[in-house]
Nanobody, 121 residues
Framework: QVQLVESGGGLVQAVGSLRFSCAAS????????MGWYRQAPGKQRELVAT???????KYADSVKGRFTISRDNAKNTVYLQMNSLKPEDTAVYYC???????????????WGQGTQVTVSS
């Protein structure tokens, strides 16, 4: 079994900062891309940022320059540092990881439980 457990998030005022972490655990053989998505009320889930196993990153235009994704491969953990937060960043944030478990020969995308972020103006 593989699971992703998120921590962090919460309520913050505009221009404030928050930091997420997401740890993968279980029968893991290999982790490829890790990332963060978010879903605001009444909107579709959208990609926030991704990071490859080698450290290459991609960001949504809306968060470039404000958010930073990083990972610790030794700890199977991905982080999201969010600075200069805006009310429009309010959403439930989900971490993802493309993981090959020891029982399989393919990668499967696992999702975290989701964490609410509320940015007040």
């Amino acid at each position: 079994q593989v699971q992703l457990v998120e921590s962090g998030g919460g309520l913050v005022q505009a221009v404030g900062s928050l930091r997420f972490s997401c740890a993968a655990s279980g029968t893991i053989f290999s982790i490829n891309v890790m990332g963060w998505y978010r879903q605001a009320p009444g909107k579709q889930r959208e990609l926030v940022a991704t990071i490859s196993s080698s450290g290459s990153t991609k960001y949504a235009d809306s968060v470039k320059g404000r958010f930073t994704i990083s990972r610790d491969n030794a700890k199977n953990t991905v982080y999201l540092q969010m600075n200069s937060l805006k009310p429009e960043d309010t959403a439930v944030y989900y971490c993802t990881a493309d993981i090959q478990s020891v029982q399989n020969t393919y990668y499967y995308r696992y999702w975290g439980q989701g964490t609410q972020v509320t940015v007040s103006s």
